[in-house]
């Protein structure tokens, strides 16, 4: 956990400070598009590896992985920095007060990111699903195409029409996994929500990152990360209590209202 909060955020900051301000949202939008892959590949490969080799192998593989991510980032050419003299740690600098509303937008759109990692899969063996991994693949498909056609929208538009789009999605997209409760609904819905989340996040980021100062960047991205970090976790609580006490349909359908309430957000105060 502890390895994850810094390497998160410190790739994000060195993302932000190399990629040029006129293309902050293509840089992110690629950017983030190996993030989410990575973590719609994760559980695909991770599954596969535990069925043919069990839980030993499949933590030996995450290990080479974290030697191959050492490697690449001690390869990345970062400007030399200079510490500004007069800085000084102080805990009311550890949150960036400007990127608050984003973050808060982000955190309760995470919400439904977090329940769908987590229930997907048991989701799709209540339904018939002879292989719901399978679902991570499409779903990343729908990730890296939304990433490679809304990056540059947003560096010419800006993030409003780009977030309805997405979150429009999303408030689409659990549904009709909910109801449609058969292949046909599972996969179709896995395009619309990989679509839908894969612009999300790296929207958001350029927008923090956009409104902070450079020497702000690394706290607007830490609070970003801890919005998403903490949204995909009460995700994984709300779903699951609302799993147990009716059933995980109606908790996807409750995901729905979560990307709802987002896109109210986003319309009435993020952009304001």
């Not at 191959?68 to 800085?87: K, Q, T």
């Amino acid at each position: 956990g502890l390895t994850w909060g810094l390497s998160t955020t410190s790739n994000s900051t060195v993302a932000g400070d190399i990629i040029p301000a006129e293309k902050r949202g293509e840089g992110f939008g690629y950017f983030g598009m190996m993030t989410t892959a990575g973590m719609a590949l994760g559980p695909l490969i991770g599954s596969f590896i535990l069925q043919h080799g069990g839980y030993d192998i499949m933590f030996f593989a995450g290990f080479g992985i974290s030697m191959v991510s050492m490697i690449l980032a001690a390869m990345i050419r970062y400007p030399e920095f200079h510490r500004h003299p007069h800085m000084r740690f102080r805990w009311n600098r550890l949150l960036e007060s400007r990127a608050l509303i984003p973050s808060l937008n982000l955190l309760i759109t995470s919400l439904s990111y977090g329940g769908l990692l987590s229930f997907i899969a048991l989701y799709g063996k209540e339904i018939g699903i002879h292989n719901p991994s399978g679902f991570f693949l499409i779903y990343a498909i729908g990730i890296i195409v939304s990433r490679f056609t809304a990056g540059k929208a947003v560096d010419r538009r800006g993030p409003r029409r780009i977030i309805i789009i997405c979150l429009s999605l999303l408030i689409i997209g659990f549904p009709l996994l909910a109801v449609v409760r058969n292949e046909y609904g599972f996969y179709v819905s896995a395009v619309i929500l990989g679509f839908g989340n894969g612009v999300v996040w790296p929207t958001f980021q350029t927008m923090v990152n956009n409104i902070v100062a450079p020497n702000r960047r690394g706290a607007a991205n830490s609070t970003a990360f801890m919005a998403m970090d903490l949204g995909m976790g009460l995700g994984m609580i709300i779903v699951g209590a609302i799993s147990q006490t009716w059933s995980i349909s109606v908790a996807f359908l409750c995901c729905s209202g979560f990307s709802a309430i987002g896109l109210l957000l986003f319309l009435r105060f993020t952009l304001g």
